[in-house]
């Protein structure tokens, strides 16, 4: 098999952009039967728009309750004049998700209940819309009346958004796990490294099966080269490169805990295929016009940079992917047959597109796209930061476990308020 590609986002996916911005592609690559990698497709001009900030803080004493009505309260803490760090790079701006940060800050082992109750009244106040009858009436009372109904809907939609956001930050949380953040050249690091945080790497694998931990070590492997073991040593490089790598690393995460959660069932009912004869199967996933050209333009959009292809010394010669260590759960995926791997390798909820745009945006910053007149991205005035290769390590463990923890309260959330509409 030469290469084979699946669409995974057909939305308005950009790493850095608004859901409403130009569309974007990001897909799923399998160059050889040992490989499996996300890429980006090049960048066009993405408009500027004001960053996001805090609204006006919650009212004090707003109270939330879990499905057995049990009281759950935030008390606010003001005798401390001190601002606290921020648990996470973005900041929630909707009146739930502001009050959901407060719970975070303060009763973090609430926001399960805190976010039952919103789910409840966000279907409430849902099926309270579809009820409605539009009014017999045309003209300026109809558009009037399908605007205020746009706008609830929004509303709703960024609430939705924030509440997921909300959990996954939870989760890092109760692994003990904070989350890296917002990348700037420290103060205190005379050398300007942004990479201060510590590494936890095996608090991180701690949160992986042992199979889906062999496949994200080769994406390591992948990214990082002959740098994998490499912790100390310091490189300058692009922060549009190293925010699109974070931003494909949660798209990864999200597809490995998906396929891991059905390989771990068939597994423990013992029904898992034999081997992986079927594998030429997967080239049935690409789309029409697509196909090897694709690949290589996707990896290219991040591998060209000079920076980033110093990380692994280049293509090796047997080709990407070559010399990856053989992992079983990569097997079992490329026993899929195509319709069955394009739906795993797709993103099921706009929602979940949005955060990782948005996270990835508060954590990197909102990047100056510019393109050239033969519609590739201009890196000539790419800002570049020092980082280590461990500082990169982490970066990319976070991303994984970040979209391994969205699939997670994805499914959790729709199982209390249908979003999802694949």
Do not use: C
Request: no cysteine; glycine share 6%; aromatic share 8%.
């Amino acid at each position: 098999m030469d290469a084979a590609t699946v669409t995974v986002i057909r939305s308005s996916m950009a790493v850095y952009g608004p859901s409403n911005s130009v569309v974007r592609s990001a897909v799923l690559t399998a160059d050889g039967p040992n490989f499996l990698r996300f890429g980006f497709r090049p960048f066009t001009p993405i408009k500027h728009y004001s960053s996001v900030s805090h609204s006006k803080s919650v009212q004090r004493g707003m109270a939330f309750g879990s499905r057995r009505r049990m009281a759950v309260r935030a008390s606010l803490n003001s005798d401390s004049d001190e601002p606290a760090a921020p648990i996470a790079p973005l900041q929630l701006e909707s009146p739930v998700g502001q009050f959901l940060s407060q719970i975070l800050a303060s009763h973090p082992h609430l926001v399960p209940a805190a976010v039952d109750q919103q789910l409840e009244q966000l279907q409430t106040d849902r099926d309270s819309e579809q009820k409605k009858e539009e009014p017999s009436a045309s003209g300026t009372d109809l558009v009037l009346y399908r605007r205020i109904a746009e706008v609830k809907a929004n509303e709703r939609k960024k609430a939705l958004e924030e509440i997921l956001y909300a959990l996954v930050v939870q989760k890092f949380m109760d692994a003990n796990v904070p989350l890296i953040p917002a990348i700037a050249p420290s103060s205190s690091d005379p050398s300007g490294r942004v990479d201060l945080w510590p590494s936890l790497d095996e608090k991180l694998e701690q949160l992986h099966s042992s199979e889906a931990y062999e496949m994200i070590q080769n994406h390591l492997a992948l990214i990082l080269g002959n740098r994998l073991g490499d912790s100390t040593s310091v490189a300058q490089i692009s922060k549009l490169r190293v925010g699109q790598v974070y931003a494909a690393s949660v798209m990864y995460g999200y597809f490995l805990k998906r396929v891991d959660q059905r390989f771990q069932l068939e597994k423990t009912m013992k029904i898992l295929p034999n081997g992986s004869d079927e594998e030429s199967n997967v080239e049935q996933a690409v789309g029409e016009g697509t196909g090897p050209t694709v690949a290589r333009d996707s990896y290219e959009s991040v591998s060209s940079h000079p920076e980033v292809s110093s990380w692994s010394g280049g293509m090796s010669n047997g080709g990407f992917g070559h010399g990856l260590k053989p992992s079983r759960l990569r097997t079992y995926v490329m026993s899929f047959d195509g319709e069955t791997l394009q739906r795993y390798a797709t993103i099921r909820s706009k929602e979940a597109v949005s955060i990782i745009e948005k996270h990835t945006e508060a954590l990197f910053g909102r990047p100056e796209v510019v393109m050239t007149p033969r519609g590739t991205v201009d890196s000539s005035n790419d800002e570049l930061i020092k980082i280590s290769f461990g500082g990169l390590k982490r970066l990319v463990l976070e991303a994984v476990t970040f979209g391994s923890f969205l699939w997670d309260v994805e499914s959790y959330v729709d199982s209390r308020y249908h979003f999802v509409m694949n």
